[in-house]
């Protein structure tokens, strides 16, 4: 089994920036993908950014793509989700999860954190 603890969320302004963190632990070496998803109230939760746990491709929704950078930190056995210039739709809780595929529907992903809570409000 693998463990997944997200940290890093929190309040920020529009226009602001937060880290988020996913920390894996237990049988890390089963480890293919690793994605970061988000489930605002009243919606379904959506795919934001995955990458192989190997490095060696990255993939993000459209819509994230240049705002968001999803990133491996091989030290933590972690991988971070930078966000920058938030809105206010960026407004849901974040979860980290993994799979043995690339693959987008929440519903093809393994095991999953807690969430973390990220508000961008003014």
């Known amino acids: 089994q693998v463990q997944l603890v997200e940290s890093g969320g929190g309040m920020v302004q529009p226009g602001g920036s937060l880290r988020l963190s996913c920390a894996a632990s237990?049988?890390?070496?089963?480890?293919?993908?690793i994605a970061w998803f988000r489930q605002a109230p009243g919606k379904e939760r959506e795919f934001v950014a995955g990458?192989?746990?190997?490095?060696?491709?990255?993939y993000y929704v459209d819509r994230m793509k240049g705002r968001f950078t999803i990133s491996r930190d091989y030290n933590k056995n972690a991988v971070d989700l930078q966000m920058n210039s938030l809105e206010s739709e960026d407004t849901a809780v974040y979860y980290c999860?993994?799979?043995?595929?690339?693959?987008?529907?929440?519903?093809?992903?393994?095991?999953w954190g807690q969430g973390t809570q990220v508000t961008v409000s003014s």
């Open positions: 999860a993994t799979s043995r595929f690339v693959r987008y529907a929440p519903g093809d992903y393994d095991y």
């Open positions: 990458m192989q746990w190997s490095g060696t491709s990255v």
């Open positions: 237990g049988s890390i070496s089963s480890i293919h993908v």
